[in-house]
């Protein structure tokens, strides 16, 4: 269990898009990190308890689910889904690589690089939740979050 970072894990039509968008940021030098693809319900489970739930029992779930404990400051809530449209391959989150930690996230990267990866990936096939064409509600906040895009 834990996160899963497998883009194989995503739906067929997802993963060709994804597979695209990242070739496309290698070509343009933009370093993103596959944060996760599928997730099971034991995870969203976990996630949705952050910041509505004890410290203890967020923890408890996070074991349950295969992922590391977090402290106070962490547990906050960090989706409104009870269901994600991760559980089945259905979303994926990437997010802009540190400049000065290869390997690791830059989530407090300035907006502007979210929007330039999100245009990116909009061309891509991929619909960026937190501004792009379709769904919007994740903006300033769920910056890595991608769907398939969907038909107008």
């Known amino acids: ?39 099971n319900q034991l995870v969203q489970n976990a996630y949705y308890a952050q910041g509505r739930e004890s410290l203890e029992e ?14 106070a400051k962490e547990n906050k809530i960090i ?4 269901v994600s449209n991760h559980t089945g391959g259905g979303a994926i989150d990437i997010g802009p690589e540190r400049p000065d930690k290869p390997g690791y ?3 407090d990267a300035p907006q502007e690089v979210w929007e330039e990866i ?7 096939g991929l619909d960026w939740c937190a501004g ?19 038909a107008a």
């Not at 039509?13 to 596959?34: H, M, P, S, T, W």
């Not at 967020?58 to 402290?71: D, E, F, H, K």
């Open 79 to 82: 989706t409104n889904a009870k």
């Open 1 to 39: 269990m834990g996160i899963n970072r497998d883009i194989g894990a995503l739906t067929p039509e997802l993963a060709v898009c994804v597979k695209l968008f990242l070739y496309r940021c290698k070509e343009k030098g933009i370093k993103v990190i596959v944060i996760e693809t599928d997730r």
């Open 118 to 124: 999100g245009a990116l990936a909009e061309t891509c």
């Open 58 to 71: 967020v923890n408890r779930l996070r074991a349950i689910a295969g992922l590391y404990p977090i402290t």
């Open 105 to 107: 996230v830059w989530w």
């Open 132 to 150: 792009g064409f379709g769904q919007t509600w994740g903006k300033g906040w769920d910056n890595p979050h991608y769907e398939l895009m969907k």
